[in-house]
C-alpha cells in the first residue's frame, strides 16, 4: 500500500466520531503511522518525546505511553465497528508493539476454514453470555447501565481524553536494626508517608548502632478494596480504564499526565496536602482533626472523630476537586479515619447519593460548580453500616490553575 493511501485511512479514521476530537491521539496515530512507514518502531521514550514534550521520560516510572496506546487500540477498534465496519483494509496496533499494521478484513476472514471458525462458536457464545451476565449484574449493582451522566459530577472524567489515575493513601513502614542486638523492629511512623518523606528522616537520623531501611511493601488500610471495587463499577460502565498506585510509591512526576483520583486519611495524602490550600478547612496533624472558621470569622470549630472504629462512631470527610497542574483534574476523597474516606467515595460512586449531592449542590448554588468541596459527617457501625449528611458545600475559584 503507497503512503497517500495509508494517509487517506488515517485522515478518514481521525474524522470519524467514534475516533473523537482530540488532538493528542490523532497526532500519536499519525506518528506512529509515519514510524512503520519508515520501517521505524519508536520506543516509549521516543513517544513521550515527539507527541508530549517529555525528554526525561522513564517507563519504569510512568506507563503514560502504554496507557494512551491502550485507548488509541479502543478507537481504532470502535470505528471499524461503527463508520469503518465495510473498510476492507484495517490498521492494527498488536499488542506489545507501537508498530501499525494494516490487514485485509477479507483475507483474515476467508484464512479461516469452516471447520476452524466452527471450533470459535462456542467460545465466542460463552463469551457473549458471560458479558451479558456481567451487563446484567451490573445493571443489578447500580440500577441502570450507569449511575452517572456527563452532565454531573463526572462530567470532566467522562470527557477528557487524559488516563485516569487512582492514588490509594497507604502506610508506610520501615524496618530498624539494632546492630548490637542484631534485633529488627518493623515501625509505623505516622510522619512518614513516602519515599521521599523517609529519606529525609533517614538523614537526620541520630540513633547510635541503628540501621533503618524501607521495606518493599507498604500497609494498605481496610477501606481499599471496597475503594478499587466501587471504582471499576463506575468505570466500567461508562467503558474506561484506570491504573492505581499506592501514595507512599507515587511519583510527582506523574502529577501532570493523569486525570487524578486520590482516596485515603488526611494524614496519609502526601504531596496531595499541597491542594488544599484553597479549602475552608485546616487539618491538625497534632490533633487528627479538622478546623473550620465560618467565613473566616468568629470562633474556629473543631471537627474530631468520636467513638470506635470498629464499633459506633462518627468520622468526618472531605470529598474536594481541584485543578492540576497540567489542564488535568485531581478529585480527593479523605477522612480522618478511613471510614471517611470510604463514605466520601460513596458519595460520587453510588447513584442514590451521587444523585442526591449533585442535588445539593443544584440547590445552593443553582449549577454545579466546576471546582468545590464538601464537607461530610459519617457515622456508622465498624465498616460495614455508614451513613453521611452534608455539613458544608463551597465552591472553590481559581482565577488560574495551580
Not at 182 to 195: E, H
Not at 241 to 259: A, C, E, G, H, V
Not at 264 to 291: C, I, R
Amino acid at each position: 500500500m503507497v503512503k497517500e493511501e495509508f494517509h487517506g485511512i488515517v485522515e478518514k479514521i481521525i474524522a470519524s466520531k467514534s475516533f473523537g476530537r482530540s488532538g493528542t491521539y490523532a497526532n500519536l496515530l499519525r506518528y506512529l503511522v509515519a514510524c512503520s512507514l519508515n520501517k521505524n518502531v519508536p520506543k516509549e521514550t521516543t513517544i513521550a518525546s515527539e507527541i508530549f514534550g517529555k525528554t526525561d521520560f522513564d517507563p519504569s516510572q510512568s506507563t503514560l505511553i502504554r496507557v494512551y496506546v491502550y485507548n488509541l487500540r479502543k478507537k481504532l477498534k470502535a470505528y471499524y465497528q461503527n463508520e469503518g465496519n465495510v473498510d476492507e483494509k484495517q490498521l492494527t496496533i498488536p499488542k506489545g508493539s507501537y508498530a501499525i499494521e494494516v490487514i485485509e478484513k477479507k483475507d483474515s476472514i476467508s484464512k479461516q476454514s469452516p471447520s476452524h471458525r466452527k471450533k470459535w462458536i462456542i467460545p465466542i457464545v460463552t463469551a457473549l453470555l458471560l458479558s451479558l451476565a456481567l451487563n446484567l449484574y451490573q445493571g443489578t449493582l447500580n440500577g441502570e447501565k450507569s449511575i452517572i451522566n456527563k452532565d454531573g459530577l463526572w462530567g470532566d472524567l467522562i470527557e477528557s481524553e487524559l488516563p485516569t489515575m487512582l492514588v490509594m493513601g497507604d502506610l508506610f513502614v520501615y524496618n530498624e536494626r539494632d546492630t548490637i542486638m542484631q534485633l529488627t523492629r518493623t515501625i509505623r511512623d505516622p510522619s512518614i508517608n513516602s519515599l521521599q518523606e523517609f529519606e529525609v528522616f533517614k538523614s537526620n537520623n541520630t540513633k547510635v548502632n541503628t540501621e533503618i531501611e524501607a521495606l518493599t511493601y507498604t500497609h494498605l488500610i481496610l477501606g481499599s478494596a471496597q475503594w478499587i471495587k466501587k471504582l471499576s463499577e463506575v468505570f466500567y460502565s461508562i467503558d474506561k480504564s484506570f491504573i492505581i498506585r499506592t501514595m507512599s510509591r507515587f511519583n510527582p512526576k506523574q502529577l501532570q499526565d493523569y486525570d487524578i483520583i486520590v482516596v485515603g486519611m488526611q494524614k496519609t495524602l502526601g504531596v496531595f496536602q499541597s491542594f488544599y490550600k484553597d479549602s475552608a478547612f485546616d487539618y491538625d496533624v497534632e490533633n487528627d482533626a479538622f478546623l473550620y472558621k465560618p467565613d473566616g470569622n468568629g470562633e474556629t470549630l473543631i471537627y474530631k472523630p468520636r467513638g470506635n472504629a470498629d464499633s459506633y462512631h462518627t468520622d468526618y470527610s472531605l470529598l474536594t476537586k481541584v485543578p492540576g497542574p497540567n489542564g488535568n483534574t485531581i478529585y480527593l476523597f479523605s477522612g480522618i479515619w478511613d471510614t471517611g474516606a470510604t463514605q466520601s467515595l460513596k458519595n460520587f460512586t453510588e447513584a442514590k447519593l451521587l444523585q442526591g449531592l449533585e442535588a445539593e449542590l443544584q440547590s445552593k448554588f443553582g449549577y454545579i460548580p466546576k471546582y468545590y468541596e464538601v464537607f461530610l459527617e459519617v457515622n456508622g457501625i465498624d465498616r460495614m453500616e455508614l451513613s453521611s449528611k452534608i455539613l458544608y458545600l463551597h465552591e472553590l475559584n481559581y482565577d488560574s490553575e495551580p
